[in-house]
């Protein structure tokens, strides 16, 4: 059902800064992010996009649907520390929530807990899908990066 989605989605366009959003764990256990998965999982022709802001890493990413669910809580506390911390979550039943007390839920396995980490998973399942597929290049704000040619005679 998912390749289902990805097949007919349109290209995903990421900023710079969505680039360091932790996704996955490497096989060493260091945590990867989104860029370290266009780097080590894109097609050339995505890489070739991205271009400079690639970091080449001899680590390998491990397939988010394949993280045990220790490695999952720890992408997802991870994620809810990066995120910023006067946003709050809101969840129908549950109340709302600043990242600082999502991550307590997370670390409690709580309900609350449990559906972050299910969600952080889900995007991530997404997110590697869409990158293999080659169904992702990069955010470029209009006019901010325009690339004219050199007119030089």
Do not use: C, W
């Amino acid at each position: 059902m998912l390749a289902n989605i990805v097949q007919h989605m349109s290209v995903v366009e990421v900023d710079r800064v969505e680039l360091d959003q932790p996704i996955s764990l490497t096989n060493d256990g260091d945590l990867a992010t989104v860029r370290d998965l266009i780097a080590a999982k894109a097609p050339v022709r995505v890489r070739e996009m991205f271009g400079d802001v690639l970091k080449r890493t001899a680590a390998r990413v491990r397939s988010v649907s394949k993280l045990d669910p220790q490695s999952l809580r720890r992408v997802a506390l991870e994620v809810l520390r990066q995120s910023n911390p006067n946003e709050r979550v809101a969840a129908i039943g549950l109340g709302d929530f600043t990242p600082k007390q999502l991550m307590s839920e997370v670390e409690r396995d709580t309900v609350m807990g449990v559906r972050i980490v299910d969600a952080v998973r889900l995007n991530g399942i997404l997110v590697e899908q869409a990158v293999t597929s080659g169904k992702i290049r990069p955010k470029v704000a209009e006019y901010s990066e325009l690339r004219l040619p050199n007119f030089d005679f």
